[in-house]
């Protein structure tokens, strides 16, 4: 794959969020309890979406556009399916989400390390939303230890 552009890193993170935030509200519509974070994490979700924006067209120019690419990044390799098959239960679902939100980390970790030379707002908004996102991994991993203790 070609180097995306710093463009194309955008729109893919504002994807990475949208789409991940779709897959918690349907979560939470199939499993019910208040308790449960899955509306959090998709408002979350909303809230990364315009940070990210905020630092890219905070910084973005057309110079810095048509020079920075991200050059050791593929993005294919951090693709996720963000579907929430009718068949799949509660279990397998938290499952998924904890795999999701690796790739996710992976990504903004990955594109924040080679953003760093050239910008700095960027960078630090995708570290930030990595470390949350990772306390949410952490958080989901906690609710499927839970349901394995009571089994």
């Known amino acids: 794959m070609q180097s995306p552009t710093s463009s194309e890193v955008i729109s893919f993170a504002t994807k990475l969020e949208e ?3 779709n897959f918690y509200e349907e979560f939470a519509r199939r499993w019910v309890n208040e308790k449960d974070p899955w509306n959090d994490f998709s ?7 315009t940070a990210i924006q905020r630092a890219y067209y905070g910084v973005i120019s057309d110079a810095l556009e048509g020079c920075f ?3 050791d990044i593929d993005m294919d390799n951090y693709y996720i399916n963000t579907e929430l098959p009718l068949e799949l239960g509660y279990e397998e679902s938290l499952r998924k989400s904890i795999v999701m939100e690796d790739t996710i980390i992976t990504f903004y970790l990955d594109t924040a390390r080679a953003a760093k030379s050239l910008m ?3 960078p630090v908004a995708f570290e930030r939303i990595a470390r ?3 306390e949410r991994q952490l958080e989901l991993k906690s609710i499927l230890n839970a349901l394995s203790i009571k089994k």
């Open 132 to 134: 949350k996102r990772k």
């Open 19 to 21: 789409n991940s935030g």
């Open 120 to 122: 700095a707002d960027v």
């Open 69 to 71: 690419a991200f050059n």
């Open 43 to 49: 408002a979350q979700n909303k809230k990364n979406k």
